[in-house]
């Protein structure tokens, strides 16, 4: 990846992640710290992997996108609005009666959803079905999920696995985003599921670790995967939860809650410090 490419997912992340901490401020909740962390995967794939189109979003070719850990929907809209499926204004109609941004992906209601989530460790699934539903109508979209390595203590992951490597689901690249953390604490602490690389190879996945905030290595990662020929891909990167905002990262009690004011401040701050260095450069 050259680096005006990069600079530009770069910037595009860093206004995803200000929009982020808008929408739950503004609801005053939902979960920011696995949505901060998976940010830079999500603004790869939909600014610069996958084949999609704003003005169609049920274009019968497009490729899918399945966000597995269903409730970090700040930064799947936030990723969404700047893509332009819908208007960046509506970031702050989250979780609002007013309108259909609910806490867990509407595929009903919101344009660039292709499925609802929100009860862990069924969207795996529900993109092995749909890698499958491609290769048995003979069509060329790919499908991506994002699952969250606290997710994966559900036991669908692992069936759907078994069921993606039985069909041999090349088309399928699926994301674990590994920030150490989950509701209640560490996950090494809550249901330990290291090593995940050996754990996936044994399922028969094309397996690849990078570093989730460095754009040209989940670029390479996701092109490894396109040349993947039987076998899907697992790609198993590494973030820091509530990333971009100083005071939430790596800090377990930032999963569910909501800034307040005053915290919303000292965040907006220091996001748009960081949108304003990006787009000096």
């Not at 597995?68 to 009666?97: M, N, Q, W």
Request: hydrophobic share 40%; glycine share 8%; aromatic share 8%.
């Amino acid at each position: 990846m050259d680096k005006a490419k990069e600079n530009q997912l770069m910037l595009i992340a860093a206004k995803a992640r200000l929009l982020c901490v808008e929408a739950v401020h503004a609801a005053s909740s939902g979960h920011p710290g696995g949505s901060l962390s998976c940010i830079d995967a999500l603004t790869v794939l939909y600014f610069d992997e996958m084949t999609i189109d704003p003005a169609r979003p049920n274009w019968e070719d497009r490729d899918r996108f399945v966000l597995s850990k269903g409730h970090c929907t700040p930064g799947l809209y936030a990723v969404l609005a700047l893509r332009g499926f819908f208007p960046v204004e509506d970031i702050k109609l989250f979780r609002s009666i007013e309108a259909h941004y609910s806490g867990h992906p509407d595929m009903r209601h919101v344009r660039g959803v292709d499925m609802s989530t929100g009860s862990l460790g069924q969207g795996l699934s529900a993109a092995v079905g749909m890698a499958l539903a491609a290769k048995l109508s003979g069509k060329s979209y790919r499908t991506y999920a994002i699952c969250g390595d606290g997710e994966i203590e559900e036991g669908q992951i692992w069936e759907a696995a078994m069921a993606a490597a039985k069909w041999k689901l090349d088309n399928l690249c699926a994301f674990i985003d590994v920030n150490g953390l989950q509701i209640d604490g560490k996950t090494e602490n809550v249901m330990p599921s290291e090593p995940l690389d050996k754990k996936f190879e044994a399922f028969n996945w094309n397996v690849i670790s990078v570093n989730g905030h460095d754009f040209s290595q989940l670029s390479c990662a996701l092109a490894k995967a396109r040349e993947e020929r039987k076998r899907p891909t697992m790609i198993l990167m590494h973030t820091i939860k509530g990333k971009g905002v100083s005071f939430m990262e790596n800090q377990v009690g930032w999963h569910g809650k909501a800034p307040n004011d005053e915290q919303y401040a000292q965040a907006k701050s220091e996001l748009e410090a960081k949108v304003k260095e990006l787009e000096e450069r």
